[in-house]
């Protein structure tokens, strides 16, 4: 019997956008940059999270992030997506070290602030957590750990493929006008690819009869070993869906060409396409562990979300020519996405005419745990007192 997903207010309504991030995005961890933008002391990222503006920064070798807005004005510490810059307000001058408190005030006189006033400024710090090269952050004051969200097999990806990174990444945002979870959802389902997607991606995967992937590839991955193969489902034994469940991962064959570019890379996954669909709003995956990409989709409004996109390589023996490989596989991984977009846009319009939509089959279990997780938190949401 199939089963529901979601009800389609939650995909359109304002009051569900204000229980995830007050339930959701400000409770878990959250993907906020990739250390290969932070190399070097005074390297800044720039991001909006739950509708907080927050800049991360290499400080004194350590990486740091705070929310983006001077306690003098409000002004943002850090204007641009990223780049090298002191921590500094570009407004009235006003420094900050490496903790966020104040180091210096031009023309302090003016203000005429008391020590313990001027003590007392300073930017406001969030946590930070490191899964091999992916940053997060959590606005929680005592946050729990890392490993408490994510199960141990995808936190091991993500450090084992951090390992094969380049150390440059192509990186761009845009908006769409749907709902960020339709999106989620969608990298999710491996099922409309060979519809929406025809000449772009379909055409790589070896399909199944049935229209599953293949199941018969050869393993020579220097991520995945042999148990790893196949990837993993999410438990559904339990009478609550946890955390570590909703964040999952799954390889599937696909027949390895040799291109232009591969004998400049060290690929780490001939052979294999895999994806790990990290709860709440990112998707990373790579094609034969040559190029690697992260996508990430923060809700702006019920209807429109900001899509985070970056794309970078194994490692390279020929740098000379990365920045137009990087450029020829953004374009490519953008033509997909925008294959995407059209078909979501008219499916957020549908969802906002009320009809009660979203069956899903057994192959999409996942949704379901995942449907399951976030009901049970908005039911226990109304359960607090206002």
């Keep these: 019997m199939p089963k529901t997903i979601l009800p389609p207010e939650c995909y359109t309504q304002d009051k569900w956008l204000e229980f995830e991030h007050k339930h959701i995005f400000k409770k878990l961890w959250l993907l906020a940059c990739l250390t290969q933008q932070l190399r070097n002391e005074n390297d800044f990222a720039t991001c909006d999270l739950a509708g907080v503006p927050i800049f991360l920064q290499n400080l004194e070798g350590k990486i740091k992030a705070f929310r983006n807005s001077c306690p003098h004005k409000g002004m943002p510490i850090q204007t641009e997506l990223c780049g090298n810059r002191k921590a500094l307000c570009p407004y009235h001058g006003w420094s900050f070290d490496c903790n966020g408190k104040v180091r210096g005030i031009p023309n302090a006189g003016l203000y005429q602030f008391s020590s313990e006033e001027k003590e007392s400024l300073g930017l406001e710090e969030y946590p930070v957590a490191i899964l091999g090269n992916f940053i997060f952050i959590n606005f929680e004051k005592d946050p729990p ?5 994510f199960n141990a097999s995808l936190i091991r990806i993500l450090k084992d493929a951090s390992n094969h990174f380049s150390s ?11 709902n960020w979870k339709l999106n989620f959802e969608n990298v999710t389902d491996f ?31 220097k991520i ?11 438990r559904q034994s339990s009478p609550r869906v946890s955390t570590k469940d909703i964040s999952f991962w799954g390889r599937a064959p696909l027949p390895y060409k040799e291109r232009w570019y591969s004998k400049f890379l060290d690929a780490c996954d001939i052979g294999g396409h895999f994806a790990c669909h990290i709860f709440p709003n990112v998707n990373f995956g790579s094609i034969h562990g040559e190029n690697f990409f992260l996508q990430q989709f923060n809700p702006i409004t019920p209807g429109r979300f900001l899509y985070r996109s970056w794309v970078f390589t194994s490692k390279t023996r020929d740098a000379k020519s990365l920045p137009h490989l990087l450029w020829g596989i953004h374009h490519a991984e953008k033509r997909v996405i925008d294959e995407d977009r059209v078909l979501l846009a008219k499916l957020q319009k549908s969802l906002s005419s009320g009809e009660r939509v979203g069956y899903v089959g057994n192959h999409e279990h996942p949704l379901i745990s995942i449907g399951k997780w976030y009901m049970e938190k908005y039911n226990d949401s109304l359960e607090i007192p206002h």
């Design 145 to 149: 750990h890392i490993e408490d969200q």
């Design 168 to 178: 440059e990444i192509s990186y761009t945002t845009f908006e769409c006008d749907y």
């Design 191 to 221: 099922n409309h690819i060979k519809f929406v997607h025809p000449k772009s991606f379909a055409p790589l995967i070896d399909f199944a009869k049935d229209g599953a992937y293949s199941e018969t590839f050869k393993n020579t991955s």
């Design 224 to 234: 995945f070993d042999e148990k790893f193969s196949t990837g993993e489902e999410i």
